[in-house]
């Protein structure tokens, strides 16, 4: 069973340009979340799905984000206009049920210059 | 949620058990002890969850005291290979219908070398 994949690997832009971030989650998973890590800090959590729906999306920073699902199926996450201080790993994440086990992708190391 | 406070970083040899124990004083009735693995260039990975006393699979055993205010991640005769970021996360994890978002805190680095 494929895990959780994401794309691309690694991304390097200049600030102010756009950047999508892929996720395609574990096949039937209706949970996924994305989390990033920044400047060296902690794993943080952005927002979760279920389905197409979102569930909780308390940990986006701004309004220069935007994440969607459509179809319930793989889910991208957009930052327009990228700032330097986006720049870290963005992690997705999915789950069969919510509360149950979350299986990480390999995350995508977005560098903003 | 609950915060939570590990060593930053731990050293071992191959072949013995590593013991790494987490304190979060402010534990919740409903919140579960959930332990997470995290090799450089991946995402974490779940490795064992349990709420009170010991819990057992085939890579870790985790062990919470009555209070459960702590709790001891245990690697039996660990490996150059479980050379990784450990991280403890404390929440109410078994809720249905709401996010269950993870909070993750600094991790402890534990470097196994031969």
């Known amino acids: 069973e494929a895990g959780v994949t994401q794309f691309p690997s690694h991304s390097v832009i200049e600030k102010g340009q756009t950047v999508t971030l892929r996720c395609d989650p574990i096949?039937?998973?209706?949970?996924l979340y994305w989390y990033r890590r920044v400047m060296g800090k902690e794993i943080k959590f952005l927002l979760h799905?279920?389905?197409?729906?979102?569930?909780?999306e308390s940990g986006m920073p701004n309004n220069r984000f935007l994440a969607e699902r459509t179809g319930g199926t793989y889910s991208t996450l957009k930052v327009q206009p990228a700032e330097l201080e986006d720049s870290g790993v963005y992690f997705c994440?999915?789950?069969?049920?919510?509360?149950?086990?979350?299986?990480f992708g390999p995350g995508t190391r977005l560098t903003v210059t | 949620l609950a915060k939570t406070t590990q060593p930053i970083s731990m050293d071992s040899y191959e072949g013995q058990e590593v013991n790494i124990t987490c304190s979060h004083n402010?534990?919740?009735?409903?919140?579960?002890i959930t332990w997470y693995q995290q090799f450089p260039s991946q995402g974490p990975r779940f490795i064992i969850q349990?709420?009170?006393t010991k819990v057992t699979n085939e890579v870790a055993s985790l062990f919470i005291p009555a209070d459960r205010k702590s709790s001891t991640l245990s690697l039996p005769r660990v490996s150059l290979s479980d050379t990784a970021v450990y991280y403890c996360?404390?929440?109410?994890?078994?809720?249905?219908?709401?996010?269950?978002?993870?909070?993750f805190g600094t991790g402890t680095q534990l470097k196994v070398e031969l």
């Open positions: 096949s039937g998973h209706d949970n």
């Open positions: 994440a999915s789950s069969l049920g919510t509360g149950d086990e979350q299986y």
């Open positions: 349990g709420y009170k």
């Open positions: 996360l404390v929440g109410d994890m078994k809720v249905t219908g709401g996010g269950n978002k993870l909070t």
């Open positions: 402010n534990i919740a009735t409903n919140d579960y």
């Open positions: 799905f279920v389905k197409e729906s979102k569930q909780d």
